[in-house]
């Protein structure tokens, strides 16, 4: 592509700066001890990332490495074998679909979470109950909005009643919908629960130090029936570390053991390290540039679809694709392409091309551009290489870059004008999990069309399948032709890892504990 070389200067400067920063960290590395509890010997993995949760309760954060935590620390309900995606009992043993809006589980007997309390019927509905109540905002209130009640039928016996038939209800109670000890739970509440975390799953928290590590510990009870496997590794320290340098540094002096979001160009240099290990993949995780055209927006030229679709063509995704993502595929629409129901055809796409950006910014009354705010908070390479291409038809764009939470409450607050998104639907592979959470009129959906709002609800309650897909394509077109957002691509995960670590990448971007191991 010739005309990348003109639009990649300032990038590719970035990137040398970045390798000089990467030599310094390598040498710095040399230097360092590695502390007494991490690695092989001491049966302790050390494990750094960028991002910090707000709350360790996975329902009050949706950071990625909250849902690693709930995955490693709670069970769900229901669980699906990421290689065979067939759905298999966990806390609850079987269960049937009684009506359209009904499901009743048989729960197992005999678990207990690891503060000693027993697992039952009353887990279930206390939890299920408190999370899908608005009024308890729950952060991640789009996995549980669906939810009516859930009733105790006996001890272990419950049964969930839907709002409306909700297809998608079993892949969202195998995958995000974690049980809390009821008892403990209602005595202290989110803030309790994060301070002093409690699950049932095969990894217990033994210390939270919020904002700087989480320490867990192998649950030597773990229940023996349960689909996932019993854990080998002692324990698994997690630092909070918002510096990407540091985070390698760490791992190439051996001060940690693994690390993931590697940038590409960096992952590939650690490949020369003998005693490092790196892996990568395509994940479910789809990449999005936002823009809010709510009342009282900050940036009222995005109001005009002009403006919007010039935006839309000012970006060469391929260029960035190729240079800069190093995998991964192009996206059409806003929804992961493995996810039921997403689907791109019909949908308008705007190939780059810079001179009809600015003709049609020109038209829109920015004959010279104009400044607006972009937002990160994570794959900053990305978000420059974006920010560079605006620049190019005169859109001046300053970046905010700061962490998913303090991002996610600014759009909330109608404070945000354009966002660099990532997505990864909280392992859900259903696009109700993906394109209502941004277009479907909840908290985090910045455009708010109601022809979009309606079509999405029906879409995510409609049982006939195909009246499912075409109620999406309907919205999905209707996203593209209006260009309230820019499908990019899905994104790539890069890890890198000590070499005595065993461990297996997984298209949804789950580092799974219980699986793992020393080679």
Known sequence: MNHSSTFFKAPLAKFSLRAGVFACALAASLTFTLPANAGKKNDTLGMAYDQTPENIDPYFNNVRIGVIIAANVWDTLVYRDPNT????????????????????????????????????????VYTLNYVSNPANKAVTQANVRWIEKAEKLDKYKVRIVMKQPFPAAIDYLSTTVAIHPAKYYQEVGPTGMNLKPVGSGPYKVVEHIPGKSLTLERNKDYFKDSPK????????????????????????????????????????????????????????????????????????????????????????????????VGGGQLINSICTPSQVGCTSEGVPTYKYDPALAKKLLAEAGYPNGFEVDIMAYRERQQTEAIINYLNAVGIKAKLSFMQYAAMRDLARANKTSLTHQTWGSNLVNDLSASTPVYFGGGSDDVSRNPEVIKLLNEGDNSVDLKKRQELYQKALAIIGEQAYAVPLWSLPVYYVASKDVKFKPYHDELVRFWEMGWK
Request: no cysteine; glycine share 6%; charged share 30%.
């Open 85 to 124: 995606n067939e759905y298999k009992g966990q806390l609850a043993k079987s269960w049937k679909q009684v009506d359209d809006r009904t499901l009743e589980f048989d729960l197992r007997e005999g678990i207990k979470f690891h503060n000693g309390e027993e697992f039952d019927a009353d887990s279930v």
């Open 229 to 324: 496997a019993q854990p080998t590794i002692g324990k698994v320290r997690i630092r909070f570390i918002p510096d990407r340098q540091t985070q390698m540094a760490e791992v190439m002096s051996g001060g940690e053991d693994f690390i993931m979001h590697v940038p590409k160009d960096q992952a590939e240099k650690l490949k020369a390290l003998p005693h490092l290990q790196v892996e990568s993949g395509d994940t479910m995780r789809i990449v999005f540039l936002q823009m809010n055209t709510r009342e009282g927006t900050p940036a009222p030229q995005l109001n005009d679809i002009r403006v919007r679709r010039a935006i839309a063509h000012a970006i060469d995704r391929e260029a960035i694709l190729k240079n800069i």
